[in-house]
C-alpha cells in the first residue's frame, strides 16, 4: 500500500500492531511528549476534538497526559493548530492561552492562560502539512502512518472478537478488502443478534453491482447447489450464466485463507472495543478534547 501523499516523508510506517504497541506503551510510560498517530479507519487507533475543548479540559487535566482522537480538522484549524503546538512543545512545562472571548471561561474560573506538563498523543485518518505551522506541529513529535493488512487486521479481531462464523466468514473474504476494518466484526455480530442478514453486510463493505450479486448468492445458505444459485442470478436480471461464473471466479481467494480458532466465546467487558491499544490509554488518563 503506498503512502498517502498528504504524509510528510519522515513520518514512520507501520503495519502490524505489534509495531505500533512500543509506541503506544512509551507514551504511557512517560517516554514520549508528543505521538501522532494517523491511518485508515476502524483499525484500532480513534474520536473527536474541538479547540476551545481541548482548552477547557487540557486545564481540568493539565499535568497529566492527553489522548485527542479525529484530530483530521483540528490542524486546520487556527485556533487548534495553536494548541496543539502550544502542547507540543519539547520544553515539560508549556503555556497554553485563549485569547477570544468565552464567557465559559468566566463561569468555570478557568484563567485565559495557564501552564502545563502534560504530554499529548494525537490520533486521526489523516493529515496535511498545509502551512509552515503544521510543519512545526510535525517536527515537535514522533508521526506515525498506521497501516495494516487485513490479514494483520483479521488477526488483530482474533484477540478479543468472540463470534467464530462471522470470523471465518471474514476470513473468506479478506482478499476481496482493500481496506478492512476491525468495526466489520461488531458490525456483523449486531446483524447477526437482530436477526438480520450480516452476511450481506460484510460483502456490502468491500463489493458492488454484479460482484456482490453474485456474493451474496454464494453466501446464502439457502441454495444447496451451484446450479440453483446460477438460476436465482439469471432470474434476477443480474446478468447471465457466463457472467455469474466470471465474476464468480473473481471472488476466489488465490490463498487459503487462515484458520484460527478463537478463544472468546462472548463479548468480555475489557476487550469488547477493537481501538484496544489507545483504549489503555484512554481507561487509563481518559478520553480529552470532545468538547
Known sequence: ???????????????????????????????????????????????????????????????????????????????????????????????????????????????????????????????????????????????????????EVHRQAARWFWGQEIFDFIANHLHLMMQHSLRTYCHASELKQAGLDWRQGVLSRCLTGVALAVAKLKANPAFASEDERVRAFVQSGAGCRASYFRHAQKLRPALRPPKIRLTQTSPSVDEVSPNNHLDHLRRRFGRLGNG
Do not use: C
Not at 485556533?79 to 463561569?107: D, F, M, N, V, Y
Open 1 to 151: 500500500m503506498a503512502k498517502p501523499p498528504s504524509m510528510p516523508s519522515h513520518a514512520v510506517r507501520l503495519a502490524t500492531f505489534a509495531e505500533l504497541e512500543p509506541y503506544v506503551r512509551a507514551f504511557g510510560a512517560g517516554h514520549l511528549n508528543l505521538l501522532m498517530i494517523f491511518g485508515p479507519p476502524g483499525v484500532g487507533k480513534s474520536r473527536s476534538a474541538t479547540p476551545f475543548g481541548i482548552y477547557l479540559q487540557a486545564y481540568e487535566h493539565r499535568h497529566k497526559p492527553i489522548v485527542l482522537d479525529d484530530v483530521d480538522g483540528l490542524y486546520a484549524d487556527r485556533l487548534g493548530i495553536r494548541l496543539l503546538k502550544a502542547l507540543g512543545q519539547t520544553e515539560q512545562t508549556k503555556t497554553l492561552s485563549w485569547h477570544t472571548a468565552a464567557p465559559t471561561l468566566a463561569r468555570s474560573g478557568i484563567p485565559r492562560q495557564f501552564t502545563t506538563t502534560s504530554r499529548v498523543a494525537l490520533v486521526g485518518n489523516d493529515w496535511k502539512t498545509l502551512n509552515a505551522d503544521v510543519a512545526a506541529l510535525e517536527d515537535r513529535g514522533h508521526l506515525l502512518l498506521f497501516e495494516p493488512t487485513p490479514l
